[in-house]
């Protein structure tokens, strides 16, 4: 009997730890336009708009500024990183902060229009 609820306890202490424990906490994150069409098309007119076409090209090709649309990123990888890009800028290059003149919405467009040219591009 003593034994019995003594396993009966463990086990529940075991699937309540091993509930918590898959790292969860620090999720990154996720672009809430993921897929979405007409925000990538709102995304390309606010890029255009926002004058980062004058450094990244009119398709994000690249000019002075790199490529946006392959999929060699400086230190980019996941659409947060990206959006911290454009909000943040990059210290000690002309990649300068954006969030005073985008909203984190408008910016999670542009990072939709960016995956949606790496996914044309990768198509190809
Ligand atoms: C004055 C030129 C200039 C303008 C304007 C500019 N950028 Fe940049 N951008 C750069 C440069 C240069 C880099 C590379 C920075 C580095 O070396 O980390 C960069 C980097 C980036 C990156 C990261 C690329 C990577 O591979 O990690 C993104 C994303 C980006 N820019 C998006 C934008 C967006 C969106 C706008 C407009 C809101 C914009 N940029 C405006 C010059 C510019």
Redesign the pocket.
Known sequence: MQRASFRHITAAVLAAVFSISPARGEEEPKNPYAGVQAAAEEGKR??LK???????GHE?EGA?????TDD?????PTDA??FN??AR??R?????P?AD??TPDE?WK??EW?RERNRQRNAK
């Open positions: 606010l890029f926002t004058g980062c076409y004058a450094c990244h994000a002075v500024g790199p490529d946006l060699e990123w400086i230190y980019a990183m990206i890009a454009i800028g990059r000690g290059t002309v990649m300068s954006f003149q985008l910016i542009i990072v960016l």
